[in-house]
């Protein structure tokens, strides 16, 4: 018998719709002229260092911005530089936030049903720091970032968090995610029963030969399919 009592989220692709590079671009150019680079230049630094930002290796985001901006070949900025810097930053992915339109609605119905909800979300400082201000935070009763986590997907490490932190077992867990990081092996290796979003945008940003492309298990097109999901995957296991 399936028994599902939580349901943990990936945040993007999945929440939000799969942003093309040029809204990424745009939320890291407005965060170049304080510390005296070019937009290009500083998009450029930033992309050279995800790896880094998304493990939170290089400290906080103020912390971050001095280290890209010095290997970058900028003396070490000032700290009213790098105050300004961060500021336009979390401004800018403030005002970048854009949710399916089936996500509110989706985490409402869970909640009704008395489902726990999580997020593991590879993500940087501009996200975990500010997760507790928007709107999604009053519908999770955990969170998991890569960037305060010092790993990345598909880390089981992450997976294992998020149970834990719901006070439940992996096993009773559905992961929801478009697959990014492949992080859907990473969470049915726990014990989740996994589920790939593939919605309407999925193929544009998912290129063929990725893991999450040759996915063969629980596949939904919309959020809104995943109370039903749950219900089906009760059902047959009974």
Request: contains cysteine; negative net charge.
């Amino acid at each position: 018998m399936v028994e599902i009592s939580a349901v943990v989220f990936d945040m993007y692709g999945t929440l939000t719709p799969n942003w093309p590079k040029s809204v990424w671009d745009d939320q890291k150019r407005a965060s170049a002229a304080p510390l005296a680079f070019s937009e290009d230049a500083w998009i450029t630094a930033l992309d050279a260092t995800w790896h880094e930002r998304v493990t939170g290796s290089l400290g906080s985001l103020t912390e971050t911005f001095r280290a890209v901006a010095i290997q970058a070949g900028l003396a070490e900025p000032t700290a009213e530089q790098l105050a300004e810097a961060v500021e336009l930053r979390y401004a800018a992915y403030r005002g970048a936030q854009e949710l399916r339109p089936d996500a509110i609605d989706t985490l409402r119905a869970l909640r009704a049903n008395g489902f726990k909800i999580a997020l593991v979300s590879d993500c940087t400082h501009e996200l975990a720091d500010q997760w507790d201000g928007l709107v999604l935070a009053e519908f999770f009763d955990a969170s998991v970032f890569s960037c305060y986590e010092g790993t990345r997907k598909p880390d089981q490490k992450l997976f294992l968090a998020a149970a834990t932190r719901l006070g439940v077992l992996p096993e009773t867990c559905l992961y929801v995610g478009d697959g990014g990081g492949d992080e859907l092996a990473g969470s049915s290796a726990v014990g989740m029963h996994s589920v790939l979003l593939a919605a309407e945008d999925w193929a544009a940003s998912h290129a063929p030969g990725r893991p999450e492309t040759k996915w063969t298990g629980l596949r939904a097109g919309t959020l809104s399919q995943v109370p039903a999901i749950i219900t089906e995957l009760t059902a047959t296991a009974t």
